[in-house]
């Protein structure tokens, strides 16, 4: 309860410098001046956004804790939503020279939990541009048939142990 109670106290805040920071950019780009301010308000604003996505991420998983989760599911294109992604992480990519490159077929619906997808596929960018090094290239390919549709996340890091990978999903490990 405490990491949902602590996380709805820190949603006010981000909010309010998301909202300011998003006026502030308008502004700028409106009046087409101050290039430096302009790009450290977008590292502001971006990191705010990374904040926001990790905070819903906490009540989530507090919610998980709780058994008080329940899916979503929506309809919506799921090319958005790695695009958005991609773009949220950009900032974090550029400051380790880290090229990110998209396969795409055609811009495809999916059905499922919208909030959750962008989850799962911001942690797997994430991950991956944090365990790059300095000019590697993460390569993402996002590909569907009739029934299901993948995403594949590529980097060039050094990678798992295979005990540490069997870890990560042998439930006696983690505390439901």
């Known amino acids: 309860k405490i990491y949902s109670v602590i996380g709805h106290d820190l949603k006010t805040p981000l909010t309010s410098i998301l909202g300011v920071t998003d006026l502030m950019l308008d502004d700028i780009e409106a009046s087409n001046r101050d290039g430096v301010k302009a790009e450290n308000l977008k590292i502001i604003h971006q990191a705010s956004l990374k904040m926001s996505d990790l905070l819903k991420d906490l009540l989530n998983w507090a919610h998980l804790q709780t058994g008080d989760l329940s899916l979503k599911r929506e309809s919506f294109v799921i090319n958005k939503t790695v695009n958005d992604t991609i773009d949220l992480l950009e900032i974090s990519a550029d ?29 797997f960018i994430s991950n991956a541009i944090k365990f790059s090094n300095e000019g590697d290239t993460v390569a993402i390919s996002l590909s569907s048939d009739e029934q299901q549709w993948q995403l594949s996340v590529k980097d060039q ?7 540490t990978q069997q870890k990560l999903f042998d439930d006696e490990d983690h505390p439901s």
Do not use: H
Request: aromatic share 2%.
């Open 95 to 123: 400051q380790k020279d880290i090229a990110i490159q998209l396969s795409s077929e055609k811009p495809f619906t999916v059905n499922a939990d919208k909030q959750l997808v962008a989850t799962i596929i911001r942690n």
């Open 157 to 163: 890091g050094v990678g798992m142990s295979e005990a």
